[in-house]
């Protein structure tokens, strides 16, 4: 194929590659970027510009005058941070020694969910530990028959039921977890009475509450408001942020239940006057397996999950969750669902 124009073809062919490109002409100082490059870095016309991506400009150019068309070295990759996620690579172009190409490798997002894929094994691995090894350690002792008392299997059976409890706990809510992130998962929604689900929640963590000596209020809506969402999944949720807001907060702090309509939504707030939460660690919370350096430190266990698998769901069921919390006086967990009747009435 004969190219009048290889400089127009060249710019031609970089407006192709779905990848940060850029065209340098050496001999009149020219940089042209192709749509992704202006798009991720901005525009740039010299090649000083590139200095904004933190390149030693004189380096780049000693670095590009070695590629030449006679030398054996025809690329070269400059890392652009330390970490070395990111790299500018640059090439001779064959036969044009006027000509260079620039792409930008930038494997942030990759590195990212390799990072998150790698913690995720490794946190799963710690919380299959401790149980783990705490079964193993006091059936060993059984084993051994200088140990093995009535009295001690006694002590010892609860503590095994405790530790397989939270193993058994852990698996399901993994399996839950994973299959809500199953893009093909579908939660079939249905009108269901809000309350109705408040109470049932309520019901379910009133044993925990009555531990702690705790009272949980429910300011119910003005009337029985259907929402469109799924009975199981929704109680899931009501009854991971009542565990939480019970767990977390000291004996005889109440909890209070309240709603608030917003257009076609329904807001639900689960508030607490617990220890709250620092504003550093508030964005992190609903991410899986964090928890909080108070949390951590305290007696309180738990592995992380809960609220991961709460947004899961409300986001399924095509809502959003949200928390406020303030250090030392409180937290409001708060969610949105749709109405499956529009009310207009103002909910207590
Ligand atoms: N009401 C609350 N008050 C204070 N901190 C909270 C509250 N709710 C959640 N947190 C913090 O957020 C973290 C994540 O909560 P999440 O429910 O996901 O996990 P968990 O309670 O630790 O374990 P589990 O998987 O058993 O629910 C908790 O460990 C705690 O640090
Ligand atoms: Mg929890």
Redesign the pocket.
Same mark, same amino acid.
């Given at each position: 194929m004969l190219v009048a124009n290889p400089i127009s073809f060249a710019c031609e062919m970089i407006e192709a590659i779905p990848e940060s490109t850029a065209l340098y002409l050496w001999n009149s100082d020219l940089l042209i970027p192709n749509r992704f490059w202006k798009e991720r870095i901005g525009e740039m016309s010299r090649l000083s510009d590139i200095s904004r991506l933190n390149v030693d400009v004189s380096a780049l150019a000693r670095t590009m005058m070695s590629l030449a068309p006679d030398s054996d070295i025809r690329f070269a990759d400059i890392p652009l941070d330390l970490q070395n996620y990111r790299h500018l690579q640059v090439s001779q172009v064959p036969e044009h020694p006027d000509l260079y190409f620039f792409l930008l490798r930038d494997e942030t997002e990759v590195r990212r969910v390799e990072q998150m894929r790698k913690d995720f094994i490794a946190n799963v691995s710690h919380e299959l530990r401790t149980p783990l090894t705490a079964v193993r350690g006091y059936v060993e002792t059984l084993m051994d028959p200088k140990f093995l008392t009535i009295e001690r299997v006694r002590e010892f059976l609860p503590v095994i039921f405790e530790h397989t409890e939270r193993l058994h706990?852990?698996m399901l809510?993994l399996l839950s977890l994973s299959r809500l992130e199953n893009p093909n998962t579908v939660i079939e929604l249905t009108p269901i009475s809000l309350l109705e689900e408040l109470e049932d929640a309520v019901e379910a963590t009133a044993p925990l509450a009555r531990m702690k000596n705790l009272t949980v209020e429910i300011r119910p809506p003005a009337e029985d408001l259907r929402v469109l969402a799924n009975s199981e999944h929704l109680e899931r949720v009501l009854v991971?942020?009542l565990?939480? @807001?019970i767990?977390?907060?000291t004996p005889n702090a109440p909890i209070i239940i309240s709603t608030e309509i917003e257009g076609d939504c329904i807001w639900t707030h689960?508030s607490?006057q617990?220890?709250?939460?620092a504003p550093e660690?508030l964005p992190?919370? !609903?991410?899986?397996?964090?928890?909080?350096? /108070? @949390?951590?430190s305290g007696r309180?266990? /738990?592995?992380?999950?809960?609220? @991961?698998?709460?947004k899961h769901i409300i986001q399924q069921l095509g809502g959003e969750i949200r928390?406020s919390?303030t250090l030392g006086q /409180?937290?409001d !967990?708060f969610f949105s669902l749709r109405l499956a009747t529009k009310a207009a009435k103002t909910l207590a």
């Open positions: 706990n852990l809510d991971n942020l565990d939480n @807001a767990k977390y907060s689960v607490d617990g220890p709250g939460i660690e992190r919370v !609903f991410e899986r397996f964090y928890r909080t350096k /108070g @949390a951590l309180v266990q /738990g592995s992380g999950l809960g609220l @991961a698998i709460s928390v919390s /409180g937290s !967990f």
